[in-house]
C-alpha cells in the first residue's frame, strides 16, 4: 500500500507516472518548488503536427500541466479529496518549437482558499527560446 501524500509536491510525484496523457506526452518533473514546477517534455514524434514542429495541442496541455503542477507544489497541508480542477486557462503561442525538447516553466502567482492563479512559460531546452506563454486558475480539493 502506498503511503498518502504529505505535501502537494508529493502529490504531483505520485501522480505524474501514473497519468495517461502524462505518459503519452511524456512530460516529466524535473523540480518542485514552493509554488513552482519545472517539467520537461521530450521531442517525440508523436508530439509534433508537420515535420519537427511540437504541435499546438501539445504545447498548451503543457501549460495545463504546468499549471497543477505550480498550484499543487509545496501545498500543505494535502486537502483531504485529492483532486483538482483547471478553472480557467489562457495560451498564447510565440514561437515554433522545432525538434528540440521543451522546459515548462509554472509559476503559482497567489493561492487562495481553493483557488490559486498560476502563470507558465514554455521555453525550448537547447536554446531557452520562449515558446509559449500561458496563465490559469486552478482548484486544489
Not at 41 to 67: E, R
Not at 97 to 114: P, Q, V
Amino acid at each position: 500500500m502506498t503511503d498518502a501524500p504529505t505535501t502537494g509536491s508529493d502529490a504531483m510525484r505520485m501522480f505524474f507516472p501514473g497519468s495517461p496523457l502524462i505518459g503519452t506526452l511524456g512530460v516529466e518533473i524535473i523540480d518542485l518548488g514552493e509554488g513552482s514546477a519545472r517539467l520537461r517534455m521530450p521531442f517525440v514524434d508523436a508530439n509534433t503536427t508537420i515535420g519537427p514542429m511540437v504541435h499546438g495541442g501539445a504545447i498548451a496541455a503543457c501549460i495545463d500541466l504546468g499549471i497543477m503542477a505550480a498550484a499543487w507544489a509545496g501545498e500543505s497541508p494535502v486537502p483531504e479529496q485529492l483532486r483538482g480542477v483547471t478553472v480557467s486557462m489562457s495560451v498564447n503561442f510565440i514561437a515554433p518549437a522545432m525538434n528540440d525538447d521543451i522546459e515548462i516553466i509554472g509559476t503559482r502567482l497567489r493561492r487562495g482558499r481553493k483557488l490559486s492563479h498560476c502563470s507558465v512559460e514554455i521555453r525550448t531546452r537547447s536554446d531557452d527560446q520562449l515558446v509559449a506563454t500561458g496563465s490559469g486558475v486552478y482548484q486544489v480539493g
